[in-house]
């Protein structure tokens, strides 16, 4: 198949760059009036309109003012749970603090209470329909933990249906087991006994199903220590998951210090970072994740963005798709908030979305560019001037169609 007079291809990549930082994340490589070539879902060639040769009769689909861009990877969601809390919403409104509704049998425990009622597959088909939104935004890749769980069964229905997610779904769906989300009421004086029913009983059995790639922990003053990182990293690498963890969204306590020893994918969250926290990241393989939408909706500082750029360390930028403090999964707001509320540049916005998206994730060898080789995970807008007008326009849907391994899903 050959796209034909693309207005712009933006986020052309060479083959070697697995994720972008400093200030080069301000730089996209784009072409005017292209090509785009795919093949076997994935791209085999792009380049000027007037260099395109079709030697034989080709399927050809013509995008006159239209750009193509690489497809967003959302590298932090928690898109499977139950019910929802616009009551605790409302509750805000009136004055109640996010602690103050959880102290009431609010937040994640709120969650894992409607987890426990909802059956497997009403809980599927309810994430089916999210995943299905999110597609129709662009998304093109996504990470989603476990977490509202906080049993044995609650946890692994939750990652059984991350699973059938991935097998059902085209798109990449990388799965995160987080029992460390908050401590279950049960547990509430035995945070020790959690931790072992965390250790000795759930990861055993994610590793014998084969439901996780990643092992998460709530690191944050009321929930997780540092200490606590510690022992979960430590039994999750006996079982084969690799760190991608919650630090630093409220208080600065040492976990991404923490995290970094156990060689994290990623670091998440960020909100309140201190000196020797920017000093910890700096040349590291791990990646920042910034998480706009959740600072907008629960009223908390936004990731220090600019100041990551200006020390040239890498960041992703993520959804955190949730019912409690984000729950929106439109990357194309997350990419808006950036810019308006981080005040990043649409370029910083666009390769944190994608290429460094994909690296959270690692699968930037696979997608998050336009490469020859990689699959062909693309956006096609409507007749826009150019990609800074998408975030500029915030809160509408400028995504036409989306692509992804070769096929078009709308
Ligand atoms: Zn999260």
Not at 27 to 52: H, T
Not at 54 to 69: A, N, R, S, W
Request: aromatic share 8%; glycine share 8%.
């Amino acid at each position: 198949m050959i796209l034909t007079n693309i207005k712009q291809l933006v986020g052309i990549q060479s083959e070697d760059k697995l994720k972008t930082s400093g200030f080069e994340m301000n730089k996209l490589n784009i072409i005017e009036n292209a090509y785009l070539q795919i093949n076997n879902g994935k791209i085999i060639g792009f380049g000027k309109m007037k260099d395109l040769s079709m030697d034989e009769i080709e399927e050809v689909e013509d995008l006159t003012g239209k750009l193509v861009l690489p497809a967003w990877n959302d590298s932090h969601t928690h898109l499977v749970y139950a019910g929802t809390r616009e009551k605790e919403f409302i509750d805000r409104i009136n004055g109640l603090s996010y602690e103050e509704i959880a102290a009431r049998g609010g937040g994640i425990l709120n969650s894992a209470k409607l987890m426990e009622e909802t059956s497997e597959n009403d809980l599927y088909a309810a994430a089916e329909n999210r995943l299905k939104q999110v597609m129709n935004m662009g998304t093109g890749a996504i990470e989603i933990k476990s977490g509202y769980g906080l049993s044995l069964n609650g946890e692994l229905k939750m990652l059984r249906t991350i699973k059938r997610l991935n097998e059902k779904f085209d798109l990449t769906v990388k799965a995160t087991f987080l029992g460390a989300h908050a401590l279950p009421k049960k547990y509430k004086n035995n945070k020790e006994k959690y931790l072992d029913l965390i250790i000795k009983e759930m990861l055993p059995n994610i590793e014998k199903e084969g439901l996780a790639e990643y092992i998460d922990i709530f690191c944050e003053t009321n929930y997780f220590s540092v200490d606590d990182m510690h022992k979960i990293l430590e039994a999750g690498r006996k079982h084969g998951l690799k760190p991608k963890v919650h630090v630093n969204q409220f208080t600065s306590i040492g976990g991404i210090q923490k995290a970094i020893e156990w060689d994290a994918i990623s670091v998440d969250h960020l909100e309140v970072m201190n000196g020797k926290d920017f000093n910890a990241l700096k040349n590291k393989s791990t990646i920042a994740t910034l998480l706009p939408s959740c600072s907008f909706f629960i009223n908390i500082p936004f990731g220090p963005a600019k100041k990551l750029i200006e020390k040239n360390i890498s960041f992703a930028l993520a959804t955190d798709y949730n019912p409690g403090s984000s729950p929106n999964g439109n990357m194309n707001l997350v990419n808006a908030l950036a810019c308006i509320k981080m005040n990043i540049s649409p370029e910083a916005a666009f390769n944190a979305s994608t290429l460094n998206g994909a690296y959270a994730m690692e699968i930037s060898k696979n997608t998050g560019s336009i490469t020859e080789g990689k699959l062909a995970n693309i956006n096609v807008t409507s007749n826009i001037n150019s990609y800074g007008f998408m975030p500029y326009s915030f809160g509408q849907n400028h995504i036409e169609r989306t692509m992804i391994k070769g096929k078009w899903i709308n």
